[in-house]
């Protein structure tokens, strides 16, 4: 299984842009589904996250701009990015903690799914 993600481009500061990520095939069952972002020279970090109990989270540098939505039991996840600003440039993933099978579900033995890589470029 493999996480695709989509929506990445140029966008001017101020603009929108909605970030795409679904699962190449079935999953038994997603615990999470998440974006992270990655800039120049620094660490991955954690953008927002939603869970399959209907919890979502965002980190505070996008919180009331950014909104994470989606199916996780299907495996799609979008993340609409408002008011962008310079500093949301970055790579976004996407990223999931899903289990597998009935078997790791029972042992709880959860796995770590990471999509390619979407360029978000703002700038005028």
């Known amino acids: 299984v493999q996480l695709q993600a989509s929506g990445g481009g140029l966008v001017q500061p101020g603009g929108s842009l909605r970030l795409s990520c679904a699962a190449s095939?079935?999953?038994?069952?997603?615990?999470?589904m998440s974006w992270y972002r990655q800039a120049p020279g620094k660490q991955r970090e954690l953008v927002a996250r939603?869970?399959?109990?209907?919890?979502?989270d965002s980190s505070d540098s996008v919180k009331g701009r950014f909104t994470i939505s989606g199916d996780i039991a299907s495996g799609m996840v979008f993340l609409q990015m408002d008011a962008l600003e310079p500093d949301d440039t970055a790579v976004y993933y996407c990223?999931?903690?899903?289990?597998?099978?009935?078997?790791?579900?029972?042992?709880?033995?959860?796995?770590?799914?990471w999509g390619h890589g979407t360029q978000v470029t703002v700038s005028s």
């Open positions: 990223h999931s903690q899903i289990y597998a099978s009935l078997y790791d579900y029972r042992k709880r033995r959860q796995k770590e799914l």
């Open positions: 095939a079935s999953i038994y069952r997603t615990v999470s």
């Open positions: 939603t869970t399959s109990d209907g919890n979502t």
